[in-house]
């Protein structure tokens, strides 16, 4: 493998994600690769949801996850780590912006986390396995 990992983080949930972005990390050093970290956040660009808040929140709530994302990396990876990985906050569907953001980056391996899933995941699908469905390079899934 060569070329770019891409970590997966939920920043919504910092506890579970120094475990997986240390594993993140061991897979790209092993392959001599860069690391990426992406977070998605709900989207707030279509006009039925946009009209609700006033102007200037959606900058306001995308500067703020960017700053979570440094946070936990930092508090992960350490200093050094937080400034030559690349931080990328998508918004949408997490599903189709990690995908979306594999193909970007030319990512060759996806690390992303997974709960125990309840039933309604069975029946719906976690985020974790649709992304192993479509995904056009390899996912590494970390149970969390």
């Known amino acids: ?3 770019k990992v891409l970590c997966a ?10 475990a997986l972005l240390q594993r993140a990390d061991q ?5 001599q690769a860069e690391l990426d970290v992406v977070s998605v956040v709900p989207g707030f660009g279509s006009s039925m949801v946009g009209t609700f808040f006033p ?3 959606e900058a306001k709530i995308l500067d ?3 700053e979570s994302l ?12 937080d400034q030559r990985i690349q931080h990328i906050i998508a918004e949408g569907t997490v599903y189709e912006e990690i995908l979306r953001t594999a193909k970007e980056v030319e990512a060759s391996l996806i ?7 309840d039933l309604k995941d069975f029946l719906i699908g976690p985020n ?13 899934v970390m149970r969390l």
């Open 64 to 66: 703020a996850a960017k």
């Open 111 to 117: 690390v992303i986390g997974s709960h125990r899933p």
């Open 128 to 140: 974790a396995s649709r992304v192993c469905r479509h995904a056009d390079c390899s996912v590494y």
């Open 70 to 81: 440094h946070n936990i990396v930092r508090e992960a990876l350490g200093a050094d780590a």
């Open 55 to 57: 102007e200037g929140t």
């Open 1 to 3: 493998m060569s070329g």
């Open 27 to 31: 897979l790209a050093t092993l392959d």
């Open 9 to 18: 983080v939920d920043i919504s949930h910092p506890e579970q994600n120094k």
